[in-house]
């Protein structure tokens, strides 16, 4: 996901401490979905997030090319794999 995320000239991995956090997957899952208003995209900060909406508005400010969303979407969906992979381990542990 980071990498996708460089190549958009986005920098949230570095204003989020966690990028699979609530903060981090809410951005991210929306922006997949068509959403690439950095203002609107901010507003999905966890209030516990320790960074400023503004910060992150800023951090969302890049290029949202076809090819770059592609990749972001499959590195999504490969990391929602995995965690449904470790919750069948968990089950079986």
Not at 63 to 88: G, I, M, N, P, V
Request: aromatic share 6%.
């Amino acid at each position: 996901m980071q990498k996708a995320l460089m190549e958009m000239n986005l920098q949230l991995h570095h204003v989020v401490s966690d990028i699979t956090g609530k903060t981090g997957m809410r951005i991210l899952r929306a922006i997949v979905q068509g959403q690439h208003d950095s203002a609107v995209l901010a507003s999905f900060r966890d209030p516990r997030c320790k960074t400023s909406e503004e910060t992150i508005r800023q951090s969302l400010e890049g290029h949202y090319r076809e090819e770059h969303l592609l990749a972001l979407s499959q590195s999504l969906s490969l990391y929602d794999t995995y965690h449904e992979h470790l919750a069948e381990c968990d089950q079986f542990i």
